[in-house]
């Protein structure tokens, strides 16, 4: 079965860290770009950041830059999402993508051949 499966969401006090993960399952991550992207109550889903395909570049959205990395350890068919000073402005359903074209998830990612789930981060006190 084809699936990405998001992990590590959860209730984190402000400043602090999470890991997410994506890990796929009947298709090697390694030859898709992989993004992240959110969607807060009330609002639309934004873009977060994204790893190449072609060559690892990455991608990310101006209000996590300097705070979150993405990264993929192909060896583990996983991408992570590494966030770190946790604003209350960055609870949202997070979900990962994945497909073969980085710029179909740039500019239309609903078109990207695989979504996951979704995962909840909370951060509050």
């Known amino acids: 079965q084809v699936q990405l499966v998001e992990s590590g969401g959860g209730l984190v006090q402000p400043g602090g860290s999470l890991r997410l993960s994506c890990a796929a399952s009947?298709?090697?991550?390694?030859?898709?770009?992989i993004g992240w992207f959110r969607q807060a109550p009330g609002k639309e889903r934004e873009g977060v950041s994204i790893?190449?395909?072609?060559?690892?570049?990455?991608y990310y959205a101006d209000s996590v830059k300097g705070r979150f990395t993405i990264s993929r350890d192909n060896a583990k068919n996983t991408v992570y999402l590494q966030m770190s000073s946790l604003k209350p402005e960055d609870t949202a359903v997070y979900y990962c993508a994945a497909d073969p074209l980085t710029v179909v998830l740039r500019t239309a990612p609903r078109e990207a051949s695989y979504w996951g789930q979704g995962t909840q981060v909370t951060v509050s006190s």
């Open positions: 009947g298709f090697t991550l390694d030859a898709y770009a």
């Open positions: 790893i190449s395909s072609v060559d690892d570049s990455t």
